[in-house]
């Protein structure tokens, strides 16, 4: 029903990071970015100008926030937003919590990335009525166990997905 429903308009964020600053370079997170957009445009109801696309250095800490407020605020019930994350993760085993690392995020500093925490606080102030999530990343898996309780708050019709490409763990980025 996401995909296809005339009646909606699907919302698209796609963030992929091959050319990290300070963390070790990527191969494929933004041709897979790319590629995702080119399936959607091309087979489901997705039009370009309801696309984000936040590639390298435009996908920094701010700038994925800044696009988080700019859905809260202007998405309805009307609305389906689909997010998809490439680049690095990162898991703290003292605070137990899973980051996405944004293109300048410095590898250990933690303070530089945007905690799973804050991704499902952006998430609940999202009014849309299908919001999935697409993560490829490593640890990416955490977010789901933080993300279970979120889903109880919404109507029985409205729907928050989430496909993780791990769990906790390091994932490959091909060659």
Known sequence: ??????????????????DYVQCPKLNNAVKDAKDLISVLM?????????ITALFDEAATEKNVIQTFRKYA???????????????????DNIFNEGYWIPVNGELGHT????PNSRIITMLKAIKSQHTALIIDSCFSGTLFSQVRS??????????RWALASGRNEVVSDGS
């Open 150 to 159: 979120v889903g109880h708050r919404f109507a029985v019709k409205a729907s």
């Open 42 to 50: 091309e087979l489901y109801d997705f039009r370009e100008e309801n």
């Open 73 to 91: 605020q202007t998405l309805s019930a009307d609305d389906n937003l689909l997010i998809y994350f490439s680049g690095h993760g990162y898991f």
């Open 111 to 114: 303070n530089d990335y945007i």
């Open 1 to 18: 029903e996401m995909l296809q429903n005339q009646q909606r308009t699907n919302h698209l964020l796609v963030i992929g990071i091959d």
